[in-house]
């Protein structure tokens, strides 16, 4: 497994994904080649063959064609080997109805939990066989120039939620189609008015937005133009 320390020790919004590879449910996988030109999303699970973690690589599964309708590509992580992996995506598929198709990174020695920082230090009793600290639920949404869009950080023992893990990706491909000239607003979801950023004038935003209201000088809210490639 080669893998690269980040410079500062730190990921945050903007940092770059450290690079990695590593054997996974189905073979060896360097990262930045997995992705491509694509989104990515990396979540990580405590432990093989536990119940919250197959709800939701089934439900993952499930909705993996509407995140590939939106160029983007799903990684699955979680401490035990490949071998346990394919018998746990068996597991998978039989109690959700899915069919799992992405990988699931193998790290047993948590080399990827801890450069990704995903080891849980909140709950002591969170360990394996060995006595090692399991994950927790950690979610990146990667760009295709391998920037960290999103960090959500879930404790072990609450699922997440994929529909607001599509939505985040709605919302900030939507943002970078429009030039970053808007943000969303609160539960916003394709259709919804967005918010134009205030870097962008009055007098820019009517012309882009011909549609867009004001609510307060700092709030002003449009619908999105039909035709938007030229923003």
Same mark, same amino acid.
Request: aromatic share 8%.
């Given at each position: ?7 500062? @020790?730190?990921? /945050? +919004? ?11 449910? +189905?073979?060896?996988? =360097?990262?930045?080649?997995? &992705?491509?030109?694509? !989104? ?10 536990? $119940?919250?973690?197959?709800?939701? #690589? @089934?439900?993952?599964?499930? #909705? ?6 939106? @160029?983007?590509? #799903? &990684?699955?992580? %979680?401490?035990?080997?490949? *071998?346990?992996? /394919?018998? !746990? &995506?068996?597991?998978? *598929?039989?109690?959700?109805?899915? /069919?799992?198709?992405? $990988?699931? &990174?193998?790290?047993?020695? /948590? ?13 002591? =009793?969170?360990?394996? *066989?060995? @006595? ?14 391998h920037k960290i869009r999103l960090i959500m950080t879930y404790p072990a023992s609450c699922g997440r939620n994929t529909a607001e893990v599509l939505r985040v990706i709605d919302s900030l491909q939507t943002s970078e189609k429009m030039g970053r000239k808007i943000t969303t607003p609160i539960n916003w979801v394709p259709g919804d008015d967005v918010i134009i950023a205030p870097t962008v004038s009055d007098n ?5 937005? $011909? ?15 039909? *035709? %938007? %490639?030229?923003?």
């Amino acid at each position: 497994m080669s893998i690269p320390q980040p410079q500062n @020790g730190t990921l /945050r +919004l903007g940092s770059t994904a450290p690079n990695f590879t590593a054997d996974s449910s +189905l073979g060896d996988v =360097t990262f930045y080649d997995y &992705i491509g030109e694509n !989104w990515c999303i990396l979540f990580s699970h405590p432990d093989d063959f536990t $119940p919250v973690c197959t709800t939701e #690589l @089934g439900a993952f599964a499930k #909705l993996e064609p509407e995140f590939t309708k939106r @160029g983007v590509k #799903l &990684i699955g992580l %979680s401490v035990n080997d490949s *071998d346990s992996h /394919r018998a !746990w &995506i068996k597991d998978i *598929d039989e109690i959700t109805g899915s /069919r799992l198709s992405f $990988p699931i &990174i193998a790290d047993p020695e /948590r080399k990827i939990a801890l450069l990704y920082d995903m080891i849980d230090y909140q709950d002591a =009793t969170n360990i394996d *066989d060995k @006595g090692v600290q399991l994950t927790i639920r950690s979610v990146f949404i990667i760009d295709p120039s391998h920037k960290i869009r999103l960090i959500m950080t879930y404790p072990a023992s609450c699922g997440r939620n994929t529909a607001e893990v599509l939505r985040v990706i709605d919302s900030l491909q939507t943002s970078e189609k429009m030039g970053r000239k808007i943000t969303t607003p609160i539960n916003w979801v394709p259709g919804d008015d967005v918010i134009i950023a205030p870097t962008v004038s009055d007098n820019e935003a009517s012309k882009l937005f $011909p549609k867009f209201r004001s609510i307060k000088p700092y709030l002003r809210l449009t619908p999105l133009p039909k *035709d %938007s %490639s030229n923003i």
